[in-house]
């Protein structure tokens, strides 16, 4: 059914791979087409001489000298114009020595509100402060400041759950999101951080309808040395995302690889049909492993502000998602949005599981909330 090349630096071994054959079901009809006259690529990268530590805006790896800074010390700096935006106006809001009152509130909730911390979420903080200004018998201005930075973490500290991918073999990562939020970016920064961990990683290139998103998945194959299953270069035969994503399940079976990282073509939440092929997509996998996708990532774009809200509505209606990957934060002056996400929720929101503050490869990391708050505050 499909072909596969494992392609190095000088010397190329051609083989091929029966794969199981689908079930028919219900969808049979739709999905019997994914294993007719398609190709797949394995492409099986070496070590490079130096790794790379810097990921260009294109998206393709390219190399950096490592920052001294601790990653609280990373977030701090990528959090500086949230900080300078909301901090500024904090300061102004507390340091001027007044008291508590209705005047007061109501300054904070349209701080916070162009924060892009979101209706609910605001208002949810607002309660919280009365009840601890009341509880605690606060009354100067300049007691709240901490009063809310507590209540912001207790707010955000249900976001911080860690991902635990031993459970299954291989556990398979679904990546997703709208056009331009840095999937690809984060799949191979993702690759590095379980590599870092002794786990085995095989990248899934399922997105097939961006041109680059393959060469950009091979580079990052390349550089980590990771095992890439991918379409076939030719753009005259086309390839199924779905079919792609299942074969690389068995390749990672047969290989006996911890995780697999499944990437999928961007589309608009308004986009119906696209939506569509995305629960199709879930449905093979879930046929080339039972109860997979194990997690099922949503990649959401800081700068968006209030719009990734709507992005996370669809995608878990659509999807069920799991966890989630904020990028771009050290771009942004909106990273309220992180609450504003918090409160869309009244009991288990999916995970905040890593949040991108830097282009740097190491740069992604898993989300704390103290640490977060206060990198947004001090």
Known sequence: MFNFFKSKKKESEHASQTEESVKKNDTAETESHFFEDDQSKLVQTEQPETPPDYVAESGTPTQEESSPLSFAGKIRLGLTRTRQNLGRQLSGLFGGGGKIDEELYEELETILLTADTGVNATTQLLEDLRVQVKKKGLTEAAELKTALKESLVGMLKPLEKSLDTTSNKPFVIMITGVNGVGKTTSIGKLAKYFQARGQSVLLAAGDTFRAAAREQLVAWGERNSVTVIAPDS???????????????????????????????????????????????????????????????????????????????????????????????????????????????????????RFIGVGEGVDDLRPFNAEEFVDAMFD
């Open 234 to 352: 030719d753009p005259a035969k086309k390839s199924d995302p779905a079919a792609v994503i299942f074969d690389a399940i068995n390749a990672a079976k047969a290989r006996e690889i911890d995780i697999v990282l499944a990437d999928t073509a961007g589309r608009l939440t308004t986009q119906l049909h696209l939506m569509e092929e995305i629960k199709k997509v879930k449905r093979v996998i879930a046929k080339a492993m039972p109860d997979a996708p194990h997690e099922v990532l949503l990649v959401l774009d800081a700068n968006t502000g209030q719009n990734a809200v709507t992005q996370v509505r669809a995608f878990d209606e659509a999807l069920k998602v799991t966890g989630l990957v904020l990028t771009k934060l050290d771009g942004t002056a909106k990273g309220g949005v992180v609450a504003a996400i918090r409160g869309q929720y009244s009991q288990d929101p999916p995970a905040l």
